[in-house]
């Protein structure tokens, strides 16, 4: 299979179940973020050194290309069997983030994004994680999106925020407080 079709070529491209749109279509726009999210996710992932967290987020990874797939099916559906969001995917991001809390401070203020480069990398997968959401919720108000993918990517964005903190924790960076200049 060749990597290039040129079917793109003119700003269409195809989605499951054969139908063509632009480039720009809103349905694009939110795989294609989650896309992004998946690539952001890798390279944090590549930045660690501790197994148990890796796996985690292997195992988001994973569930990203599912929640692509599913927003990258057009109107007309599929007869194509595609992996499934579950509620055990989001049943397994609280496990994850409840664990991490246990061990760190309470938290007493909003906390600025930075403190070691590791930390940084977390944030802004937390941040494209967020935009993903603003964009299948956008996306919701025109086709219909199962509900279940809203919610994991709600409840991925809490655990990238609990691994920051806990990335933060482990690597002896500071947690820079924000407070508001009156």
């Not at 290309?65 to 599913?70: H, K």
């Not at 806990?166 to 947690?175: C, G, T, V, Y």
Request: glycine share 6%; net charge neutral; hydrophobic share 35%.
């Amino acid at each position: 299979m060749k990597i290039y079709t040129k079917k793109g070529d003119k700003g269409e491209t195809g989605l499951i179940g054969g139908t063509r749109v632009s480039k720009n279509d809103l349905r694009i726009n939110a795989y294609g973020t989650v896309d992004e999210l998946n690539a952001h996710i890798g390279l944090l992932r590549d930045s660690l050194t501790t197994k148990e967290i890796q796996e985690q987020l292997l195992e988001i990874q994973d569930r990203l290309f599912t929640a692509g797939s599913l927003l990258a099916v057009g109107d007309k559906g599929t007869s194509m069997k595609l992996p499934e969001l579950v509620t055990e995917n989001i049943t397994l991001l609280e496990t994850w983030i409840d664990s991490m809390d246990q061990s760190l401070p309470e938290m007493k203020t909003f906390i600025l994004p930075g403190g070691h480069k590791t930390v940084s990398k977390c944030h802004i997968a937390r941040t494209v994680c967020r935009r993903a959401e603003r964009i299948i919720v956008e996306l919701s108000s025109h086709v219909t999106i199962d509900s279940i993918i809203l919610s994991y990517f709600n409840r991925l964005s809490d655990y990238l925020f609990t691994l920051s903190r806990k990335l933060s924790l482990d690597l002896n960076a500071d947690e820079s407080p924000w407070i508001p200049k009156s």
